[in-house]
DNA sequence: AGGGTGACCTGTCGGC
DNA sequence: TGCCGACAGGTCACCC
């Protein structure tokens, strides 16, 4: 469900609710993609101070720690006063003063991890190696020599960009999935930054993606019924060109693209 | 160090 | 209707 919109709208849906709370106790269910890393008492009385994002992942400041949080593939958060009583994919409840936050992940990829800042190494594994802020000022995938497709899905050169914005970044610049990133011209690499930033913030912008069933933490759904221009559209016409949009398989994920746009 | 692969887990869908 | 394989929005540990 969530890429870089998705999960800053969350962010936005309930950060500011949050903000000043005070914790009252975190439940967690089933294991998620890491342990929390501590005891859960030690969130007891602690205060939200703010809810950041870097990349995927939203950073909780307390008043003595750090709360990550991460979505993974099927995760989403609710933020409610009262909420109904944990289903079966529930698997994280922040019970705060004022609400509570919940975790609703069924393929638990998601993860809820504590740390002391941002430079405890359990937050700096997860953290440290990630790329710039895809709506920040650039980033150079032309030293890597692997298709581009993969590049923009690693996080190490950029954040944020998941399966389905990257195929639609590459049919926005023009760009063929399979392109070695070390091959991309300088003009290739401009107008890559420019349809990445212009893919993810307009859909930042629309409330994020209904592909599936994202939802705010309010519960309330994106307005956004994404239109894709090449995601899981192969076979159907190219919505600027007519060519059947072909799709592959790179690194056991799906890519789609036009091959009459998309320059090898 | 970069690149390729398998792993984690559950639900859904299409085909027989 | 049931069963089975393929696939799903992420990213890490592990090999070479």
Request: glycine share 10%; proline share 7%; charged share 20%.
């Amino acid at each position: 469900m969530p890429e870089l919109p998705e999960v800053e709208v969350t962010r936005q849906s309930f950060a500011a609710a949050i903000t000043g709370a005070r914790i009252q106790g975190l439940h967690l269910g089933l294991p998620l993609r890491w342990p929390l890393g501590v005891d859960t008492t030690v969130l007891r009385d602690q205060t939200v101070l703010g809810v950041r994002r870097r990349g995927k992942y939203l950073l909780m400041d307390l008043s003595d720690g750090l709360l990550l949080w991460h979505l993974g593939m099927s995760g989403s958060l609710r933020f409610a006063v009262d909420l109904p009583p944990p289903g079966k994919h529930d698997h994280a409840n922040l019970v705060t003063d004022r609400g509570t936050l919940r975790l609703h992940d069924p393929r638990r990829f998601g993860a809820v991890v504590f740390a002391r800042d941002e430079s405890d190494p359990v937050a700096a594994k997860l953290l440290g190696g990630l790329g710039v802020e895809p709506l920040g000022p650039g980033f150079a995938p032309e030293k890597r020599r692997a298709p581009i497709k993969q590049v923009l899905l690693a996080g190490d050169v950029v954040v944020g960009v998941g399966n389905i914005y990257a195929s639609e970044a590459l049919f926005a610049a023009g760009i063929r999935p399979t392109k070695r990133a070390h091959l991309l011209t300088g003009p290739q690499a401009m107008r890559l930054h420019t349809a990445v930033r212009e893919v993810l913030s307009r859909a930042l912008a629309l409330g994020g993606s209904t592909l599936k069933d994202f939802k705010n933490a309010h519960g309330e759904s994106g307005y956004f019924q994404l239109d894709a221009m090449v995601y899981d559209r192969a076979g159907l016409p190219c919505r600027v060109c007519g060519t059947p949009i072909k799709t592959l398989r790179q690194g056991q994920r799906s890519t789609f693209y036009c091959p009459h746009c998309q320059k090898p």
